[in-house]
């Protein structure tokens, strides 16, 4: 295999790298649930959850796509007013929040890490009720990247591309050395 080949799958494995990395993170993230007694806890896990600041809503929250779809379409499931107990852990199963809150209720949580978060709710209210949360993240905001995998992504791209020029200039050069040694 030569050089200019090993330049250009660096570069292709960078740049696959590079779309991921600099991809978008999850905003407007729902989840909705089966109904919940009295007392109850059910919990959700946020999987994919992002690094940065974002705000979790216990209860929902309005919910609108961004690509612009006319006023009245899109989601709304709000619980209002039911009395919940909230406890959310980090992936080391640390409790990061637990308080007793009225819904909607927002957090301004901060994600420091990657992996998967815990939110459990229990209903302290007398009657069944689902309870959706939803996570809200800016996902347009550069500092909300994950950074060290787009620097990583970048300098492979850049590698590759020197790596697939040096090997252009190599087989170039070549290719004149045997017609000057031809003629």
């Not at 330049?7 to 978008?24: C, E, K, R």
């Not at 806890?41 to 992002?50: C, D, E, G, K, Q």
């Not at 959706?132 to 492979?156: A, G, H, R, W, Y």
């Amino acid at each position: 295999m030569n050089i200019t080949r090993i330049g250009t799958v660096i570069l292709l494995i960078g740049v696959i790298f590079f779309t991921h990395a600099s991809a978008s993170h999850i905003s407007g993230y729902h989840t909705y649930s089966y109904p919940v007694n009295k007392n109850e806890t059910l919990s959700y896990v946020i999987l994919v959850a992002p690094v940065g600041p974002a705000q979790i809503v216990i209860g929902g929250a309005d919910y609108r796509p961004i690509i612009g779809l006319p006023a009245g379409v899109g989601g709304s499931n709000v619980v209002a007013n039911v009395s919940v107990h909230v406890k959310i852990t980090d992936p080391q199963n640390n409790t990061v929040v637990e308080q007793d809150v009225i819904t909607p209720y927002p957090v301004d949580f901060e994600f420091k890490e990657r992996g998967s978060y815990t939110v459990s709710i229990t209903n302290k209210d007398p009657e069944e009720t689902s309870m959706p949360i939803t996570v809200i993240f800016e996902m347009l905001d550069p500092k909300n990247k994950e950074t060290d995998k787009f620097l990583v992504s970048q300098i492979i791209v850049a590698s590759g591309a020197v790596v697939f020029l040096a090997g252009l200039v190599i087989t170039l050069a070549l290719k004149h050395r045997q017609k000057q040694k031809l003629t």
